[in-house]
């Protein structure tokens, strides 16, 4: 199982980001896919949710309203659209596959900072 996330950076506060986890290993079209958050000094926290077929998601009342889930199946990539970015959204973000254990990806930073 490899999960490999991209898309994090810079960008001010009420700005945008778009997430992307790209995962090779499994069959991914069959798993819900999630994703995390761990800010310094914090635990990991979830962020989001999504089911096999993209129909059913779940948000942490935190985010809900300013990011999207979804998914592409045909790609095997998972998606995480942050819109009106708030500087206590900063965190390192991972995607998560969970089947017995847990898998993760490397993460990637994202810094709301002006």
């Known amino acids: 199982v490899q999960l490999v996330e991209f898309g994090g950076g810079l960008v001010q506060p009420g700005g945008s980001l778009r997430l992307s986890c790209v995962a090779s290993g499994f069959t991914f079209s069959s798993y819900g896919m999630s994703w995390y958050r761990q800010a310094p000094g914090k635990e990991r926290e979830l962020v989001a949710g999504i089911n096999s077929n993209g129909a059913y998601t779940n948000y942490a009342d935190s985010v809900k309203g300013r990011f999207t889930i979804s998914r592409d199946n045909a790609k095997n990539t998972v998606y995480l659209q942050m819109n009106s970015l708030k500087v206590e959204d900063t965190a390192v973000y991972y995607c998560?596959?969970?089947?017995?254990?847990?898998?993760w990806g490397q993460g990637t930073q994202v810094t709301v900072s002006s």
């Open positions: 998560n596959y969970r089947r017995v254990v847990d898998y």
